[in-house]
């Protein structure tokens, strides 16, 4: 299984970016896909995860009504649509999956087995 993550780059306060993931494996559609994203000096967290239906979403409080994950598992890709970005939103976000998990575990980093390489977001204030 890869993870292939892009759409990183620099934006301003107040702008939008939209991350895809692509992902091999014919499998997709039964796995669990999240986003996570590290800052400098700071731990990895999470953003936000969509079950395999795609009937099941959660976000980090941090992002809620901004970002939405969005998946096509016809195309093998989950998105991230970002929008209203400020600074603090600045990190490398990691798109990753895991099968099928409990939704107590959708947030848990521990939870996903498969991780992609990372994309850059700045947010310049």
């Known amino acids: 299984v890869q993870l292939q993550a892009s759409g990183g780059g620099l934006v301003q306060a107040g702008g939008s970016l939209r991350l895809s993931c692509a992902a091999s494996g014919r499998t997709f559609r039964d796995w669990d896909m999240a986003w996570f994203r590290q800052a400098p000096g700071k731990e990895r967290e999470f953003v936000a995860a969509m079950r395999y239906s795609g009937g099941t979403t959660r976000y980090a409080d941090s992002v809620k009504g901004r970002f939405t994950i969005s998946r096509d598992n016809a195309k093998n890709m989950v998105y991230l649509q970002m929008n209203s970005l400020t600074p603090d939103d600045t990190a490398v976000y990691y798109c990753?999956?895991?099968?099928?998990?409990?939704?107590?575990?959708?947030?848990?980093?521990?939870?996903?087995?498969?991780w992609g390489q990372g994309t850059l977001v700045t947010v310049s204030s």
């Open positions: 990753a999956s895991t099968p099928r998990v409990a939704s107590s575990g959708l947030a848990a980093a521990s939870s996903y087995y498969y």
